[in-house]
Nanobody, 117 residues
Framework: QVQLAESGGGLVQPGGSLRLSCAAS????????VGWYRQAPGKQRDLVATITSGGRTNYADSVKARFTISRDNAKNTVYLQMNSLNSEDTADYHCNAQNTLWRTDYWGQGTQVTVSS
């Protein structure tokens, strides 16, 4: 059974940092493009960042230069380092693993990030 487990969320003050983790079981993330998405209350789910199996990264304009996505294939985990957080970053963060060739697409349950003083 495939599972993606996000962790690392929590309450942080504006300007602070968090590192989210997306750990997989049942699949090898090294074969997948992994993305982080976020959904604030009452809003649609938006793409935050992606990393391909080859390590190419892409970021939403709103998080460029603040967030960094990375992967550790040995740990079967993808990370999202979030710096200079502000209230607009408050959301549930979900990871997604997608392989278009195999037509497989998996989502985690999410981890909540709250930026507040």
């Amino acid at each position: 059974q495939v599972q993606l487990a996000e962790s690392g969320g929590g309450l942080v003050q504006p300007g602070g940092s968090l590192r989210l983790s997306c750990a997989a079981s049942g699949i090898s993330l090294s074969f997948y493009t992994v993305g982080w998405y976020r959904q604030a209350p009452g809003k649609q789910r938006d793409l935050v960042a992606t990393i391909t199996s080859g390590g190419r990264t892409n970021y939403a304009d709103s998080v460029k230069a603040r967030f960094t996505i990375s992967r550790d294939n040995a740990k079967n985990t993808v990370y999202l380092q979030m710096n200079s957080l502000n209230s607009e970053d408050t959301a549930d963060y979900h990871c997604n693993a997608q392989n278009t060739l195999w037509r497989t697409d998996y989502w985690g349950q999410g981890t909540q990030v709250t930026v507040s003083s």
